[in-house]
């Protein structure tokens, strides 16, 4: 701790989310250090991600996303009198010398110009929506939702009620949470997105049930195909063209196809950019520069599954980065930050969806091939207890049985699933580790087997070689390709009467199929895909046949629940 | 797996969680294994731990309690078409003879004695509810809430309406579950507990936060007083005398002073008993005879945390245990269940309690006596979003920060942070390692650092030595020893006006402590305890003082969120 006689001076270049905590972790760490924040806009410690509820009305009190708990608004003043950090706003740091050990910033207001030194100097710049470069994208009527600006500007649209029709661009999570906030505002909204699935951080079974769900409240989402052109009227938006010429009338378009770093800062000052193209930094949070660090949306992270560079311009991530470089400017090299699981969560109407790790499909692209997975669908808590459905599907490798992913979707308690995988991938344990978990069980809270010990214990039969899975879409192109496939639905005629895939299949009963076998076709390498509402009954009739001889039998996994195609009612 | 020709005969004694689930996994692993369960009451496979919810009328249809999802009731006919599994009820093993491989049973009804061989067995006869041997224990009206037959007769006694008082016998899990039930029944309801604490498994100051939420919703609760006599008229409850002389007048009294393993039957045929009363085994749930398996309550499981021997009677844990017993059956050493966390929760009115690992008082106990704590308070979600209070404490080794328990109260989402941390301490994680920890973050899910996180970080924060803390128990005992504890309140006079804790606080603001440091005492030494809502300006006040030279000032944790004795309104 340096001595008041000669305080450390640190400066933070970024007051949103990772600068604002460095710096009150570096006051927390010396009362006597001399700490400068600075931030262009005009707000500080900002709630970004609490922008799109304040747009669609979850709450109405703009001040409670830049308040204190104790409703105190983080402006200069409070930073000053609480924390004893000069916070200067609208104010914009143009120039790092590193040699000089100097930050010259611009007041934006009055274009006045100062230059401040450092001993320690935090990088916390964020990162700026992309905003896809097609004719027409500087009309009036297409925002994005990135700054406090942003949230005002579509508040305000909300509370006007004179927008009837609204595009988002891009099917990522930001873009549903402002598809869910303008749905709420009764604005007909429809998602665009120019690749073939939306949520991209999900396999596609998965993400087509949330987009099913989304169209269900009465959103639109469409899929391969993106906006070719902004068209207008006096230089107001009037509607997209889309990339197959459709056009689609809208008064208001928001962009949400990720967000780019914000570098320049740092590569004018000739700090090392990452391969991801953020900065790159060690895990104290040090750039190239031993006395500069960098935090929050603008850096590059290490992936604790890989050990690759990868970005992730998540809030909570930006908060533990500025947490420790606030520790590593006052006393360098005493807090690490070792790196991330990939993990992201996002409410989509009455739906979550989250993953933490790696998805199938980016397994497979970062080399992972000997892995499994297992898909699940179950109830988050007992029936009894008014259980919601959680739609599941775990990643690990073959050889070791470690957890390398986990996506989960659908109306039950998603998060905390999502939240116990990610400790497990944390922790690099393995499914049989997850498949004996003792996790708390009560009625209120759980099954009693958890839905993540379910899906382990899945995994972990099918690692073991006692069932083989196929999943959904496996089906549908196995069946659209004319494959002879028997399928079976387990469940009872009743059940069967409400709902049922209708893709010609049988329905035998588990509890009669004993009796049934004669029905079943009479080679026994025949593939057969069996199934019930969750695949439960499915597993069960897939033992049975396989006790029988047949040895190409398939559980559809998670049965009709995890089916994101058509089905007859 | 067994050839069809000689098939293996699997013998279950026992149909009510780990019986049936290591019946059905065995089926699952040979389909032509003969497959015999003895249960001695009339259901099978029945959701023990939903019985509080029908009682209290959460929902009404009996049937949710012994049905599959599907609507099928499982009993013996379900067991044989699904599950080719013949379940004998309203049976009772009455011998196992290990040389002859033998279970000898009868059928209650009838009387009717049969002897079935067994290749391999599988025993789960559960546990029996203690009754505590005080006079009058045997009148009507005196109840348990364990078996079916239980749950039928305080879901009638609710129905019935007649009832007006109910006192519960023992404050544990069980007892505020039965509580809450009674209470929803509009039966004025008192938990009578012995010891000085209710809820044993917390540390005091939060099981007395449990303890106030229950008074604050019109039960009762009495501590330090036993029942030392059940009163009665005409052989019908009246009344109960307390250790105090003390006298409650109850039509109703409903035992839950905890449950003792049923462990005759494997007492009389040698099995080895543990040194925790349960039936001892090793980790692929063989007993002392390699052909029989034990599962369930009626044994005693190893804790991954010490190594010991624990019981622990848990429906999940009885779930996860007969699926592990249920493939060694078919193929002996296929699986293990390596031990538990020691990981519990329960609902008590809107509140939840949960604990995972061991607490502060368990941990000493144990002979772990370099261990660190935190207690914090804090919202599960943002305030925008409605965020509700968790109080939580998080135990570690000092020296290597190793996390060796959790304790989580509050109205707020307990479960998950409880989840999150058992799968840490399964993963031997440290509190550095969760203090970094990735975990799924948007508002309607988590604040940008996680409630478990901010634990870790307050933990870290102490065992660095860069803050010291004390709790609400230690500084009421200070207190009432006359310590002169020089206190300070660092809100906001609006939030001291509302609600203070009156124990000769001086409220001096965060905000203009370093103007008014003159108010403190002039000896450096002087033992200075600050607060907030829930401390975190109390930390910063503290690092701020200590960077004056004060430097034995103490961080009342959790504030007063977390202070458990009365407040000032």
């Not at 009309?139 to 029709?165: C, E, Y």
């Not at 990720?258 to 750039?287: D, W």
């Amino acid at each position: 701790m340096s001595h008041s006689a000669n305080p450390l001076k640190i400066v933070v270049i970024g007051g949103t989310a990772a600068g604002p905590k460095a710096a009150a972790k570096a006051r927390r760490m010396d009362e006597h250090a001399l700490i400068t924040l600075i931030q262009r806009e005009p707000e500080l410690s900002m709630a970004s991600c609490g922008f799109p509820y304040y747009v669609g009305g979850t709450f109405d009190d703009r001040s409670l996303l830049i308040c204190t708990p104790a409703g105190v608004v983080r402006n200069p003043t409070f930073f000053s009198k609480a924390k004893r950090i000069d916070a200067l706003v609208e104010t914009e740091a143009v120039a790092i010398d590193r040699n000089a050990k100097t930050v010259t910033y611009k007041h934006l207001p009055t274009g006045e110009i100062n230059t401040i030194p450092y001993d320690r100097l935090v990088i916390a710049t964020g990162a700026t929506p992309i905003r896809p470069s097609v004719p027409g994208a500087d009309l009036n009527g297409i925002l994005t939702l990135h700054s406090m600006a942003d949230a005002d500007k579509l508040r305000s649209i909300r509370d006007a009620g004179q927008v009837k029709k609204a595009i988002i661009v891009g099917g990522g999570l930001i873009g549903f949470e402002v598809c869910e906030a303008l749905h709420l505002a009764n604005i007909e909204t429809t998602v665009v997105e120019k690749t073939a699935q939306v949520l991209p951080f999900l396999d596609s079974d998965l993400a087509l049930l949330v987009q099913n769900h989304v169209c269900e409240q009465g959103a639109h989402v469409i899929t391969n195909n993106g906006v070719a052109e902004f068209i207008g009227e006096s230089g107001h938006l009037t509607g997209v063209k889309l990339d197959d010429g459709s056009e689609l009338p809208c008064e208001l378009a928001v962009i949400a196809v990720g967000v780019r770093p914000n570098i320049s800062l740092a590569v004018a000052a000739g700090l090392n950019i990452g391969t991801q193209g953020g900065i790159k930094v060690n895990s104290f949070m040090q750039t190239s520069d031993p006395d500069i660090y960098a935090v929050g949306d603008c850096i590059e992270c290490t992936s604790l599954i890989t050990g690759q560079a990868v970005r992730a311009p998540f809030g909570d991530l930006a908060n533990l980065q500025g947490r420790v470089a606030g520790q590593n400017v006052i006393e360098p090299g005493s807090a690490e930050f070792p790196g991330i699981t990939q993990t992201g969560i996002c409410k989509i109407f009455d739906f979550t969806a989250g993953i933490t790790g790696l998805s199938e499909r980016q397994a497979r692209a970062l080399g992972f091939n000997e892995i499994e997975t297992a898909t699940i669908a179950g109830l988050d808590i007992p029936t009894f207890m008014n259980g919601k459905l959680l739609v599941s599907k775990l990643v690990a490798e073959k050889k070791t049985g470690r957890i390398l992913g986990f996506q989960c979707v659908g109306s039950g308690d998603v998060s905390k699933r999502v939240a116990v995988v990610a400790t497990a991938i944390l922790g690099r344990l393995t499914v049989n580790d997850l498949a004996n978990a003792d996790l708390p069980y009560a009625p209120p809270y759980s099954l009693a087997l958890d839905h993540v010990i379910v899906a382990a214990h899945v995994l972990e039969n099918k690692l073991k070689g006692r069932m083989q899975g196929i999943v959904a879409s496996e089906v549908k192109q196995k069946l659209d390709q004319g494959a002879p496939l028997f399928l079976i639905d387990t469940r009872n005629p009743d059940e069967f009467e409400e709902l049922r895939l209708g893709i010609g299949e049988h329905l035998i009963p588990l509890g009669v199929l004993r009796d049934r076998l004669n029905e079943l076709p009479s080679d026994k390498a025949a593939e057969i895909v069996v199934y019930c509402r969750i695949s439960l009954r499915g597993y069960e009739a897939a033992a049975l046949l396989q006790g029988y001889g047949w040895h190409n039998v398939k559980v559809l996994e998670g049965g009709l629940m995890a089916w994101p195609y058509p089905r007859e009612k």
